[in-house]
Nanobody, 125 residues
Framework: QVQLVESGGGLVQAGGSLRVSCVAS?????????MAWFRQAPGKEREFVAG????????SYADSVKGRFSISRDNAKNTVYLQMNSLKPEDTAVYYC?????????????????WGQGTQVTVSS
């Protein structure tokens, strides 16, 4: 099994920044997995935010966060990060870390096998 633990969420004013982190562990974790962040706001479906290939060479972003968010990973620490800048109230959501696919940064939730418990990000106006 694979366990994912997110941290770093919180409350921030519009225009501010936050960095969320996710540590993966477990005997079946494969460093060659893509990793990604999704988010889900109340009453909305879970949506893709950003993803990164195992090497870090390939990244993908939702149009709504391009130029503001940056995803990175440290394979030595089995950790993926999401740096969020210029935050907007519409970024408010629970942010989920996910992994478990060898596909190249898919954007469909069903493609991923493992999910964290989520971390709340709230952006006030």
């Amino acid at each position: 099994q694979v366990q994912l633990v997110e941290s770093g969420g919180g409350l921030v004013q519009a225009g501010g920044s936050l960095r969320v982190s996710c540590v993966a562990s477990g005997s079946t974790f494969n460093k060659r997995y893509s990793m990604a962040w999704f988010r889900q706001a109340p009453g909305k479906e879970r949506e893709f935010v950003a993803g990164i290939s195992w090497s870090g060479v390939t990244t993908s972003y939702a149009d709504s966060v391009k130029g503001r968010f940056s995803i990175s990973r440290d394979n030595a620490k089995n950790t993926v990060y999401l740096q969020m800048n210029s935050l907007k109230p519409e970024d408010t959501a629970v942010y989920y870390c996910t992994t478990g696919t060898l596909a190249l940064v898919p954007v469909t939730p069903a493609t991923y096998d493992y999910w964290g418990q989520g971390t709340q990000v709230t952006v006030s106006s």
